[in-house]
């Protein structure tokens, strides 16, 4: 079957915790509805692109958290399908991925994280060692996959967009091919992925990253080898 791929910059997450519902979220209302208006068996995937910074902007309430999901998703299939109906089918004559091993900075938590993670899910500092000890890897990887003209860059954690602009042009010149996108979240996640100006300012991304300010740096370069 054909596949759809959709790429977006932002996650909001519309779900209400206390109602225990599994849901795809609106990603998963975006894919059904690609699938059902194109049909012909078609596999929509979704994937995330640079957002680690992105701030999501939810459509006005509507009535329940779940409702707002569909609503959004609904609309945001609409809009891919609409492209969708303009793309033209080309001959590929280039497939393939790769895999590259990415050691990683020593682990540690932000200076601030203590008054911001810590103090929100009552975390110590022995118990941040322990997180960092058996939840936090000391490598990860990058694959990247090319389908034609289409270069997906597998990032394994949230990148912020001003990094992701930069990963993506100097693969362009490597590959010179004319679609370069970042496939975020891939194969596992690290933490979020910062500039280090952006991680020494702090804030909420900051003390969710866990490998301090050079990590941006570290995993931009292992990217852009695979």
């Known amino acids: 079957p054909l596949a759809v791929l959709v790429n977006w910059t932002a996650h909001p997450t519309f779900m209400d915790e206390a109602d225990m519902l599994f849901s795809g979220d609106w990603p998963g209302h975006l894919q059904r509805t690609l699938e059902a208006l194109i049909g012909q068996g078609v596999i929509a995937m979704f994937y995330n692109g640079a957002e680690g910074d992105q701030s999501p902007t939810p459509p006005p309430d509507c009535g329940s958290n779940w409702e707002r999901a569909e609503r959004y998703g609904r609309a945001m299939g ?4 609409q492209v969708w109906q303009k793309v033209r089918l080309v001959e590929i ?5 790769h895999t590259e091993t990415i050691p990683l900075p020593k682990r540690t938590w932000h200076p601030d994280f203590m008054k911001t993670g810590g103090a929100e899910y009552a975390l110590n500092e022995t118990m941040m060692e322990s997180f960092l000890e058996h939840l936090q890897p000391t490598q990860t990887r990058s694959t990247c996959f090319r389908m034609g003209e289409l270069v997906i860059l597998g990032v394994p954690g949230e990148m912020a967009a001003g990094l992701g602009m930069e990963t993506k042009a100097k693969a362009r010149e490597i590959t010179r091919a004319s679609s370069v996108t970042i496939g975020g979240l891939a194969d596992e996640w690290v933490s979020y992925i910062l500039p280090a100006a952006d991680y020494r300012t702090g804030g909420y991304e900051a003390s969710v990253s866990f490998y301090g300010e050079t990590l ?3 995993i931009v ?6």
């Open 93 to 97: 004559k280039v497939f393939g991925y």
């Open 216 to 218: 941006g740096t570290t």
């Open 78 to 81: 609409i809009e891919a399908w």
């Open 221 to 226: 370069n292992g990217v852009l080898r695979a």
